[in-house]
């Protein structure tokens, strides 16, 4: 993770699964995790006043996307959301990491620190530590993956690049889930 978030309310890895595993239960999904389809129409009928949009690359610069929670608000750079739609694992993680903030963080102003910003704060209190493995637990569900022999399957069975898929498998097999 290059990025430094908001200092945010402390999660661990386990509460930010829950919560992933919920949002899989509450929707009835498993397997392939649809994060275009729910980002796009799903969560305007179950989320009141949620707005989703896309904007020009000359609009958000370096940003993938950007969420704002108080105004349970989305918005994806328009070549993430081409590529998410087209299945790109990596760009599928960005919509899943800004849903992550939308439901993480519903109290906090998120703001970006400086890039050269010398922080020095415990991972699980950081907003962007937490979106990421939001989306990592979400996309890649802990309780489906049992029996898997190859981080590669996990890109296949649920539309993830190769470096979320490692990740997820390096947390999973550090934790004797595999």
Not at 46 to 63: Q, R, S, T, W
């Amino acid at each position: 993770m290059s990025d430094i978030g908001t200092e945010v309310p402390a999660l661990s890895r386990v509460q930010i699964r829950q919560a992933a595993r919920h949002l899989r239960e509450m929707l009835g999904i498993s397997g392939y995790f649809p994060i275009v389809e729910l980002l796009d129409v799903g969560l305007s009928r179950d989320l009141p006043g949620y707005i989703f949009d896309v904007a020009e690359i000359a609009d958000m610069g370096n940003h993938h996307g950007l969420t704002i929670p108080d105004q349970n608000r989305i918005i994806v750079r328009l070549d993430i959301y081409d590529r998410a739609c087209k299945g790109h694992g990596r760009d599928r993680f960005t919509m899943a990491h800004e849903l992550g903030h939308l439901i993480l963080h519903q109290d906090v102003v998120l703001a970006r620190e400086e890039a050269n910003a010398c922080i020095s704060r415990p991972r699980y209190r950081d907003s962007e530590w937490q979106a990421h493995t939001f989306a990592g637990e979400l996309l890649i569900p802990a309780h489906e993956i049992r029996g898997t022999k190859l981080h590669d399957e996990f890109c296949e069975r649920y539309g993830v690049s190769e470096s979320a898929a490692k990740v997820q498998w390096q947390v999973y097999k550090k934790e004797g889930l595999l």
